[in-house]
């Protein structure tokens, strides 16, 4: 690759002589190449540019897929089955890309910058990664899709489930200026080892070699004298405890999937509930500015006066009659209704859905974390998955709670429009010369309810706070 020219230029061994190779061709790269890595399994090349992307050609050119990435490549590597790629970036983040979908399966911030990375497989004795049989594939309901997401959307959200689970133990190992990171299968971090002091932050490690039972690691370190220095980190435990760490890695995807899941259907939620009110607000928010040059505003005061009196405020009068006409009062319901619905529906089809996935693979956690002899050594701590669950379980408590309180807040939010449309109609009776009286509405608890729970954030002169109380 020669970045100067932006160009690829592609080779292969000569048939006839085994010291000789001949060029197959070259190809004008849209902009300056700083390496490329070749698959280990297919016929596919990643491409890392100055333009902060990587690509991904075949070996005839033909574009698989580009990614943006937030900082400059310093590094990237293929996982030995050639299904994830992980790019190491100036920045000291490290990204894995599951290749056949272009879909990001983890960016995780390391110690420094990262100059060197390594992705080894266990070679030696019996590397086959023997799981056992998942129950919770065949048990648990699949995940619905999120409503307005792509099919691609929803399968970041649980493809980590599919390519976590390679047939061997392999291990992402990441050296930064001073640190050396590990990572099972590029899925769970299981800790790190700091560099000897004649290593310091203006080093650079150059290049690393892993054992085939993945004991030791020697690194090769340009220390800032210009030396060049060795070092062999010993790393027994990925020998010894494979199974465990493997087994670890594989539940360490799932369970970061379907916290994915969970926080994408909350930020869908969050999303709905900011619409149901957000008309509304906007139009109080512009009433109550309006009015409120020379003090603060008591929106709450003059619709329980409304409400209790049936008198209206000339001010009010003409904000309804103008800005909350009947027909938009209907318009604006059925907005209003339908994002409590499409609510109650992420709630019951999707967020719950997810907890119960989460609750289980949770609970297997606890499980392994049983085995002390094993999973003790390896981090695996069973206070903590008991804790984690009980938090699962209070954040599922409160699922509960926010159904009821969308019931209470909707049959508060149709009381109040059916008043409100009343009164509009009653107003509009009315000449413009009295001051219009307007009878109670039967369910007139309901609709206080939504007055003081609704309005009370526009009764202060600070737009500032008015936001702050709202999004509270």
Sequence with gaps: SAAAAATLVTMELSETSASSFHSLGEKKAASAVLFAVWSPTMDVVALATDEKQIHLHRLSWQKVWEYKLEAAATVVVWRPDGKV?????????????????????????????????????????S?????????????????????????????VLTGGLQVAKPQALNVLVVATATRVHFSVMGALDCGSVTLPDTVDSHSRVMGMSVSEDLSSVLLTVHARDGSILYH??????????????????????????????????????????????????????????????????????????LLSKGVASLELQGFLMTELTPRKLKTL?????????????LILENLKQGLQALLYRLTELQGFAMFRESFFTVGLREDAIIDSIACLGS??????????????????????????????????????????????????????????????PFSTGNPDQQQQQQQQ
């Design 85 to 125: 790629l992980a790019v190491g970036l100036s920045n000291g983040v490290v990204v894995t890309i599951e290749v056949e979908r272009a879909m990001v399966l983890r960016s995780e911030q390391v110690s420094g910058p990262v100059t060197c990375m390594h992705w080894a497989q266990q070679q030696s004795g």
């Design 127 to 155: 590397s086959t990664v023997q799981q056992g049989h998942d129950w919770g594939s065949e048990l648990l309901p699949k995940l619905n899709p999120l409503p307005d997401s792509s099919e691609s959307d929803f399968a």
């Design 232 to 305: 062999r980190v010993a790393t027994p435990l990925l020998a010894k405890e494979s199974l465990a760490l493997s087994r670890m890695a594989v539940r360490s995807s799932e369970v970061f999937s379907l916290l994915l899941y969970v926080s994408s259907v909350i930020n869908a939620m969050q999303s709905s509930w900011e619409s149901i009110v957000m008309e509304l607000d906007n139009k109080l928010t512009a009433f109550a500015a309006g009015k409120n040059g020379s003090g603060p505003l008591q929106l709450e005061r003059e619709f329980l006066s």
């Design 333 to 345: 319901g059925n907005s209003i209704d339908t994002s409590y619905a499409n609510v109650q529906k």
């Design 395 to 456: 954040l599922s408590l409160k699922t509960d709670e926010l159904l009821r309180v969308i019931d209470d807040s909707r049959a508060n939010f149709k009381a109040f429009l059916t008043w409100l449309q009343g009164a509009l109609h009653r107003m509009e009776e009315t000449s413009e010369e009295d001051r219009p009286k307007v009878s109670k509405a039967v369910d007139t608890q309901r609709v206080a309810s939504f007055i003081c729970e609704n309005l009370r």
